[in-house]
């Protein structure tokens, strides 16, 4: 029974598109008859024990907390420190595979150890980290710890076996930096239906307390960070409010952000249609979704939302909701405008309003158009069938490793 470990930054019981989509690809894995561990870095911030099952899934952890001091040193600690705690696990549970998962740190980490055992390594990259702490506001494009940190993701992905990406934008960025194409594999984001693909009714209790009841719901579900537009959704609800004066804006979740939105918020002539909830726990979440009409995701135009695609459209498509997203690359891989959801231009806080208005008033296309959205993700989407574009790569990979085996 093939083994398969994991390499990670985090995962549950942290709660992010991160460890969801985590989760998915371990539960898929299981389901298909692979035996799956995990083992996260020191980035996992919740105290615990070195081992333990969550959800059903097992997981190791790294000792001690991140280090401090010097960017560049303070990194190559912790590298150090997660690559012996991979060390650890391929001593005592000894996988076929590794499979490491982005940022870049992971795959250094987990490189050192794939070779000293000659265990084949996939990289699967999410985002590349350089783009990610530009759009967190952590970091700046073409400064040099930006350039530093793409020539580490680029040396990372030559060196690794075979890579995974979550969409196009991600594999054509690579293949113009000169990887052969053919190591690459698209994985798509997608939804663990069996978990997530049943929505829930309206709860009026839950409506009453929020003050939603008969109001026409926008909602954005999810982490406050700047690259996702909240703000100019708070600067289209004017617009919104005065062709449609029952709209309400739902928003769930936080981050970064949530303090500067709130303030802008409270400045809004129309603070009175904006509700605030703040973080919800995850077996909640679906409750929320049902309040709502529309999904919006208004992420500015930028290089991290060009290229990389969310998870959380594909989430709200499940649950029957309407999706209305800006026109950047990510959500074009996963929209198709007019038929799955709507796309309106990015940064434009008239265009959003516009666009969420039209479909308001257009009540009577809803119910065909999340029809035909949910089949897609079923069809498409769902983590059951996503999980065997895995299958080939990992076949390949042992093969490989095999023959080396025999050689030596």
């Not at 795959?107 to 590349?128: N, S």
């Not at 077996?283 to 529309?294: G, L, M, R």
């Not at 998870?311 to 499940?318: H, I, N, S, Y």
């Amino acid at each position: 029974m093939t083994r398969i470990l994991h390499v990670l930054d985090h995962s549950l019981p942290m709660h992010s598109g991160y460890t969801f989509r985590t989760r998915a690809i371990l539960r898929a894995q299981i389901a298909r008859g692979w035996q799956v561990r995990g083992v996260t870095g020191r980035r996992h911030s919740v105290t615990g024990p070195r081992e333990e099952v969550i959800d059903g899934l097992t997981f190791h952890r790294t000792a001690g907390a991140p280090a401090t001091g010097n960017a560049l040193v303070r990194e190559w600690r912790d590298i150090a420190a997660h690559a012996d705690a991979i060390e650890d696990v391929v001593r005592q549970w000894r996988p076929d595979v590794i499979h490491a998962h982005s940022p870049v740190l992971n795959a250094i980490a987990a490189q050192r150890v794939a070779r000293r055992h000659g265990i084949p390594l996939i990289y699967e990259i999410r985002a590349f980290w350089e783009d990610a702490a530009v759009g967190n506001g952590t970091g700046t494009e073409g400064s040099p710890r930006y350039w530093l940190t793409r020539q580490l993701e680029t040396h990372a992905v030559r060196a690794a076996d075979a890579v995974a990406v979550i969409c196009e934008g991600l594999r054509g960025d690579l293949i113009a930096r000169g990887i052969d194409a053919g190591k690459i594999i698209v994985s798509p984001n997608g939804v663990d239906m069996d978990q997530f693909g049943a929505p829930v009714a309206r709860d009026p209790t839950l409506t009453a307390r929020l003050g939603l009841e008969g109001a026409d719901v926008v909602g954005f579900i999810g982490s406050f960070y700047d690259y996702e537009g909240l703000d100019d959704l708070i600067a289209a609800m004017p617009r919104l409010v005065r062709a449609r004066p029952r709209a309400k804006l739902l928003l769930v979740g936080g981050g970064p952000m949530a303090q500067a939105l709130r303030d802008q918020a409270m400045a809004s002539p129309f603070a009175d249609h904006i509700v605030f909830v703040g973080r919800v726990p995850h077996d909640q979440v679906e409750h929320y979704y049902a309040q709502v009409d529309i999904l919006a995701y208004p992420r500015k135009a930028m290089r991290l939302t060009d290229l990389v695609t969310p998870l959380k459209p594909l989430e709200a498509m499940a649950q029957g909701r309407l999706v209305a997203a800006s026109d950047v690359g990510g959500h074009r891989e996963l929209i198709e405008d007019g038929v799955t959801g709507t796309l309106f231009a990015p940064d434009d806080p008239a265009a959003l309003a516009a666009a969420l208005a039209d479909l308001f008033s257009g009540r009577g296309a809803w119910d065909a158009r999340r029809s035909v959205a949910r089949a897609f993700v079923e069809r498409e989407r769902n983590w059951a069938s996503n999980i065997g574009r895995y299958e080939p790569v990992y076949d390949r990979l042992l093969g490989r490793a095999g023959k080396v085996s025999e050689a030596a």
